[in-house]
């Protein structure tokens, strides 16, 4: 390794000893509680933004979530043309590599799982910021 990348590591070593595990892992704590707050956050202002305030599922907001991250991918991307030839298949799926690795990674890194979205749904809805529906009680919708 180089000189540079070792007193890197020395002085990362020396800072953790001096400030302490329990302060680290309290910090990363911090941070995943913020993460869940600002997710609640959005999962709130979702419902909020409908102007009927309809009833919802989790699995609603979860297509939200989804409809945010594929609103601006062009149609021709989504929907391909019947190719008559092999040069023009080639030529399309060259041309759909970027959209296909933004998806990607908005998918595996943006993305709530649906799992997710339903705890946040409950802990909502237990916290008394979210009405259930008494006839299905997978709808919910937000307190007036």
Request: net charge positive.
């Amino acid at each position: 390794m180089s000189r540079f990348l070792w007193q890197v590591l020395h002085v990362l070593r020396i800072t953790l000893t001096f400030i302490g595990g329990s302060a680290v892992l309290g910090f990363i704590g911090w941070l995943l509680k913020r993460r869940q707050e600002n997710f609640e956050d959005k999962v709130l202002a979702m419902f909020a933004s409908d102007p009927q305030r309809q009833l919802r599922t989790a699995n609603g907001v979860h297509n939200d979530y989804r409809r945010e991250h594929l609103k601006d991918v062009p149609v021709w991307v989504m929907m391909p043309d019947v190719h008559t030839n092999w040069w023009a298949r080639v030529k399309w799926q060259i041309r759909t590599i970027p959209y296909q690795v933004r998806h990607i990674w908005r998918m595996k890194f943006f993305m709530p799982s649906l799992n997710k979205v339903e705890k946040t749904v409950l802990r909502l809805w237990k916290r008394g910021l979210l009405i259930r529906d008494q006839a299905k009680p997978q709808y919910y919708k937000l307190k007036p």
